[in-house]
């Protein structure tokens, strides 16, 4: 009898266990979520009260996510007619880059419609890529801003700053080398009312002058793609191992990290489904 149970248990154990890995990739990989944030923030005007930013980040084409999936994003995107859209990197997943999704990518993401404008920077599975990268966000209508920045106006010429950096898990420039420029213009101009980073991985935040962001966004962690319950953080990748889940305050600035829609190294979500961010910019 005793050894009835136990194979009894075993049994129960795979069964359990076969069950956790088919829900993990074929059902919760599945869906699309949009976490909507509502961003109060004295500095914000009128004429910029009630700004619609979509957040989306990590991608990974050819992983858990194709043509399908991406139109359907795009299509509840344009259906929250953002002013902004946002990219955070890691638009490609590993080895999996061929012509033909690059003409997918390019055709679908081209479709994402806006009032002002759409920015990328780049993530660390796209670092490998450069010339695809950057084609697609250029033939896709989106400004690459990695390692660069870029500033909107409204009618009375009241300005919000937009900065990049590119993935920091390679290359040989150090973080405070790549943002340099950047942050050489932002402080010799007082006159902007709001000032936005991107980057991919968040950890790297500690290593700039982050308090002169409002609203940084960044993606990477996923928010850790597999979830249990009670416990926060099973694994998250170098660059998301102190900043992984989806807000942090850090002192007067506002950090928010996409969950992302694809799967990076396994093709498996649990207790986190794909999503983008949804933010309104208001004053009140």
């Known amino acids: 009898m005793p050894k009835l149970k136990i194979i009894i248990f075993a049994v129960l154990f795979f069964l359990i266990i076969i069950g956790f890995l088919l829900y993990s990739r074929f059902i919760s990989t599945k869906g699309l979520i949009i976490k909507e944030y509502k961003i109060i923030n004295g500095k914000i005007t009128d004429l910029y009260h009630g700004l ?29 007619k953002p002013d902004i859209v946002f990219f955070t990197g890691d638009l490609f997943s590993e080895n999996e880059i061929n012509d033909e999704y690059i003409k997918e990518i390019t055709e679908v993401l081209s479709k994402i419609e806006v009032k002002i404008n759409k920015y990328a920077i780049n993530g660390n599975h796209d670092y490998d890529y450069p010339k695809e990268f950057k084609n697609i966000m250029k033939n896709s209508g989106f400004i690459n801003l990695s390692d660069t920045y870029d500033i909107i106006y409204n009618e009375k010429n009241e300005a919000i700053f937009i900065a990049g950096l590119s993935t920091n898990s390679y290359g040989n420039l150090k ?26 991985e968040a950890d790297f935040l500690d290593k700039v002058d982050y308090e002169k962001f409002d ?70």
């Open 52 to 80: 619609k930013i979509v957040h989306i980040s990590d991608i990974h084409y050819g992983s858990t996510i194709y043509k399908q999936e991406l139109e359907t994003m795009v299509e509840r995107i344009n259906l929250l």
């Open 175 to 200: 973080i405070q080398d790549k943002i340099k420029p950047t942050m050489e213009y932002l402080e010799s101009d007082n006159e902007f009312i709001y000032n936005i980073l991107l980057l991919h």
């Open 215 to 284: 609203l940084v966004l960044a993606g990477h962690s996923h928010n850790g793609q597999v979830r249990l319950p009670f416990i926060k953080n099973i694994y998250t990748p170098y660059g998301a191992k102190k900043y992984y889940s989806e807000y942090y305050k850090l002192n007067n600035t506002e950090l928010y990290i996409s969950s992302g829609l694809g799967t990076s190294v396994l093709k498996f979500r649990f207790f986190n489904k794909p999503s983008f961010n949804f933010y309104r910019i208001t004053n009140k």
